[in-house]
């Protein structure tokens, strides 16, 4: 049985590929009406970041199992 924290990982994984993909979208193709602080480009940014906090607790939980 795996823990928890393993489909965290694996759903955390998941958003932030569809969150940077989306980002990177934006990056080549800005939409028509831009933010404030479209320049920041968050999408990239946060993406990529919720990437790689689920590959973290992917991998800190893939070899565990609760008995």
């Known amino acids: 049985m795996k823990p928890i924290w393993y489909f965290v990982g694996l759903f955390l994984t998941a958003t932030g ?7 990177v979208y934006d990056l080549f193709i800005p939409p028509e009406q831009k933010t404030v602080l479209a320049d920041l480009h968050a999408g990239v940014w946060w993406g990529a970041v919720i990437f790689l906090s689920g590959i973290a607790f992917f991998l800190a939980n893939r070899k565990k199992t609760i008995d």
């Open 17 to 23: 590929v569809i969150v940077l993909a989306s980002g």
